[in-house]
Structure formats: C-alpha cells, structure tokens
C-alpha cells in the first residue's frame, strides 16, 4: 500500500516507495507498475515529480519504459549499475582499489569450483581467447584487447558456475577495471606480461590442482594491483 510523502527530499522519497511497491505487491521483470497519475495520487506528489523519480529508477535499472505502453519491472542485469560505479570510482582512488581488492580475492577463491566443471574444450576456447588477444596487440590494436578480450576470458573462466550474479559481477568488474586504467595517467599495461598472465592461467587449469589455479589467478593480477595502490 503507497503511503502519502511528508518527506521535503520528495523524488528520494518517492522512490523508495515505488520500490517498496514493487516488493509488496511482488511484482517481477515485465510487471507493469501503476501509471504516473495513480502513484501522483497515492502518494501525494505532483506527476512532474513521478516522472523525476522514475526517470531515476530507469536510470538505476529498475524500472523500464515501453514507448505507448507504459513503465515496468526490468529484467535484472548490472548494466546501469556499471554505469554509476564507473563514474564514482573513477574520481575516487581509494574506491578502486576496494573494488579491484574484492575482484582479486573474488575470482582466485570462486575459480576453485571450476576447476571439476571446465571441460577441455573449455580449456581449448581460453587459449583461442589468448590467442586472438596477442593478435590484437599485433595489430595495434590494444584497447580491443584489454577492453573486449580481457572481460570476454574471465566470463569464459566462470561459464559453467550456474550461478548467475556471480557471472555478472565477474563481467562488471572485468570491463570496469580495464575500462578505468585505460583512462588513468601514468598507467602502462606490459602487454607481453599481460599475455603470459594469461597462459599461466590456462596452464594452470590444466593440472586441474586448486591450490595452484588459485594462486596463479590471484597472482595475475598482480601488476594492475601494484599500479592501482600507488595510482594517486
């Protein structure tokens, strides 16, 4: 049931009812919430500012606009929210090294229950993935490397995890991290290291030993950390 606002910080305010809504009433990815003039005249605000704290929670991935139809519940996806810890994190330093702390210790810890699913096709595909990286940086072409290939090899590590926030997170952080460094002053990928970072990775996948496959992720990121914990 929405509530009338007392609240002066009406559009904040109004927003957390409208996801409080979406919780009550249970609603899921492609339920219609209700229009602007009915949450206007249950929660007590005027419709200009619905529409601002819709707008907001479009903006956030929450809700969705149907052009001539309506507003509705968005399917979840990390999307926006990448959007809004990039512009964040990006002016923040100590911001990015926290985020780049809980990828490291995320990805060596969570690989060790791969190691039993990744096939050795799966194996095969992460080597092509390697391969076309070094091509790219052949060619001249190194941000295609580090911005599509890098994100593209460590989707490719957690595939078979089943566990899809856990794919998405491994996705936002990979594209997130290169994304930043390619932008920060005084940041030098060494792209020979950065493809034999890679190929220990595999190699090490293939003696299927977690305690091996743990340290090698985690220490592949070893030079990127260096950078970012004296990147001021």
């Given at each position: 049931m929405l509530q009338r606002i007392?609240?002066?910080?009406?559009?904040?305010?109004?927003q957390k009812r409208i996801r409080e809504h979406i919780r009550s009433a249970r609603l899921r990815a492609g339920d219609a919430i209700p229009t602007e003039k009915e949450l206007a005249e249950r929660i007590g605000i005027s419709r200009a500012a619905v529409r601002e704290s819709?707008?907001?929670?479009?903006?956030?991935?929450?809700?969705?606009?149907?052009?001539?139809?309506?507003?509705?519940v968005r399917q979840f996806d990390f999307n926006a929210i990448l959007e809004n810890i990039e512009l964040h994190v990006s002016s923040d330093s100590q911001a990015f090294r926290d985020l780049f702390e809980i990828r490291r210790c995320l990805e060596s810890n969570f690989i060790v229950a791969e190691i039993p699913k990744l096939t050795e096709q799966d194996i095969r595909d992460l080597e092509s993935i390697?391969?076309?990286?070094?091509?790219?940086?052949?060619?001249?072409?190194?941000?295609k490397a580090l911005i599509d290939g890098h994100p593209q090899f460590h989707?490719?590590?957690?595939?078979?995890?089943?566990?899809?926030?856990?794919?998405?997170?491994?996705?936002?952080?990979?594209?997130?991290?290169?994304?930043?460094?390619?932008?920060?002053?005084g940041y030098r990928e060494d792209l020979t290291r950065?493809?034999?970072?890679?190929?220990?990775?595999?190699?090490?996948?293939?003696?299927?030993?977690?305690?091996?496959?743990?340290?090698?992720?985690?220490?592949h990121f070893t030079e990127p950390a260096a950078w970012s914990a004296t990147g001021d």
């Open positions: 007392q609240n002066v910080n009406i559009q904040k305010e109004a819709l707008k907001g929670l479009e903006t956030l991935g929450v809700i969705e606009a149907r052009h001539g139809i309506g507003r509705f390697v391969d076309q990286m070094e091509e790219h940086i052949r060619n001249g072409e190194e941000t989707s490719a590590l957690f595939k078979r995890s089943g566990n899809r926030l856990l794919g998405e997170l491994i996705r936002v952080f990979s594209s997130l991290h290169y994304r930043l460094l390619m932008v920060s002053d950065f493809i034999d970072d890679h190929r220990r990775v595999v190699a090490a996948l293939q003696t299927r030993q977690p305690q091996t496959v743990s340290r090698t992720v985690y220490d």
